[in-house]
């Protein structure tokens, strides 16, 4: 993304040819980044021949996902939704993982008429439930059980998923207890370890540590496992470039790991892939002063884009087009939500703003459009993907007569 004549673009369209033919809010994708991301990703990890499972709570959009598929990603499901989505999206079933702690009884009977990869399993309880849905139908059914390593992942409370006081996943008595039950069940194959300690995670310390805690587990059980699924939570660069996941120490951590094993690592990365190549362009409506700063009302909303209001994440905010002036009172970028936390950013000497102005919210290709709602009745923003030089809308925008 750079400034071409003053004016934001990327992949050579500029962001304000965009909002006046297309309007605002858009969510905008870059095909080249992304799958420069693929790549990039498919590259740091060639050496140990993972299976790489996209995180579809992450961007749920049929089209982004079948591009995605189209570089050999399976993907990692948490509800039926998601794996009717996977599969409209050309993803084979063989490819597909389906995690969460509350799978219903349709959704595992569902997983299992189309045959997918494996269901990974949260707790006896569900099991149980796995175990008897493929005794009514006379199948085996591969499963994973997630482990709760009690890892930090060094990462915001609100999406750390590895320790003991988290809901996911199972402490080290209870998994060798399922062990043994499945050892006693004709209907299922526990052929899968699988563990999970956060997102946004931006150190490869904690994976370490996650791997030592597995290996451990390991050790202690005769029961052989084809899989081991070490989940997602590779983070990207929001606001400081230089800081990002060493993918290189992560892979040899988990070289040294595999040592001595014939197990094939699962992984299920979702921000990793598409969190940088999405952007949200927006209008300013209005501009209100008060004593000490600025509001920019613009016409996005928490609504479009939650992260902020959700958890504080602070996304990198640019003009559309560049003026060099800079304002004398710091911008406050607001919704026009009735909720205080709508708003997205705090910025000290950002470029002056005037009613009509564009401005483009980075980063937001990973739980942008996935996580919006229609809070206030307001309409889903229009998406479009930039590939090839072309622009090509792949979900159209919302209209109040989808609604009322």
């Known amino acids: 993304m750079k400034y071409i004549n ?8 500029n962001f304000l040819k965009i909002a006046k033919k297309y309007g605002t809010p858009t969510y905008c994708y870059s095909y080249s980044r992304l799958k420069e991301n693929i790549l990039n990703f498919k590259k740091n990890f060639k050496s140990i021949s993972p299976l790489i499972c996209f995180a579809v709570k992450s961007n ?3 089209n982004l996902i079948n591009e995605i598929s189209k570089f050999g990603f399976g993907a990692d499901v948490v509800s039926v939704g998601e794996m009717m989505m996977a599969l409209k999206a050309g993803i084979s079933p063989k490819k597909i993982v389906f995690s969460g702690v509350g799978k219903t009884s349709n959704e595992i009977s569902y997983a299992i008429d189309k045959k997918i990869l494996l269901i990974n399993a949260e707790s006896k309880s569900e099991v149980v439930e796995i175990n008897r849905v493929a005794r009514q139908k006379n199948k085996i059914v591969k499963i994973g059980l997630r482990l709760n390593p009690n ?3 060094k990462t915001l409370s609100q999406i750390s998923t590895g320790k003991k006081e988290n809901k996911f996943g199972v402490n ?14 004709q209907n299922i194959n526990l052929n899968c370890l699988s563990v999970h300690i956060g997102s946004q995670i931006l150190d490869h310390k904690p994976y370490e540590k996650m791997l030592k805690v597995v290996d451990n587990i390991l050790k202690k059980t005769s029961h052989e496992f084809e899989y081991i699924d070490l989940g997602g939570g590779m983070g990207i660069s929001y606001t400081d470039k230089n800081k990002k996941l060493n993918y290189k120490k992560y892979n040899l951590a ?3 790991f595999l040592k001595n094993k014939k197990c094939k690592i699962i992984f299920e990365p979702g921000r990793s892939i598409i969190g940088n190549s999405g952007t949200l362009i927006t209008k300013v409506i209005y501009i ?7 509001f920019i009302i613009l016409d996005a909303a928490m609504n479009d884009l939650m992260r902020p209001a959700l958890y504080g994440a602070i996304h990198k905010t640019l003009p559309v087009i560049k003026s060099g002036k800079v304002s004398k ?5 607001v919704g026009p939500i009735c909720e205080s936390t709508d708003k997205f950013v705090t910025i000290k000497n950002f470029q002056e703003l005037q009613e009509k102005d564009y401005v483009a919210i980075c980063d937001v290709g ?5 996580l919006s709602s229609n809070y206030n009745l307001r309409t889903k923003p229009l998406e479009i993907l930039i590939k090839n030089n072309k622009i090509k809308i792949i979900r159209k925008r919302q209209k109040h007569k989808d609604l009322i």
């Open 6 to 13: 003053k004016k934001l673009s990327i992949d050579k369209v």
């Open 366 to 370: 990973a739980y942008g459009m996935s």
């Open 288 to 294: 209100k002063d008060s004593e000490s700063k600025k």
């Open 60 to 62: 749920t959009n049929v």
């Open 151 to 153: 890892t930090d992942a």
């Open 254 to 256: 988990i070289k040294k």
């Open 329 to 333: 009172k710091t911008y406050e970028f």
């Open 172 to 185: 080290e008595k209870t998994f060798y207890e399922i062990i043994d039950y499945c050892k006693n069940s």
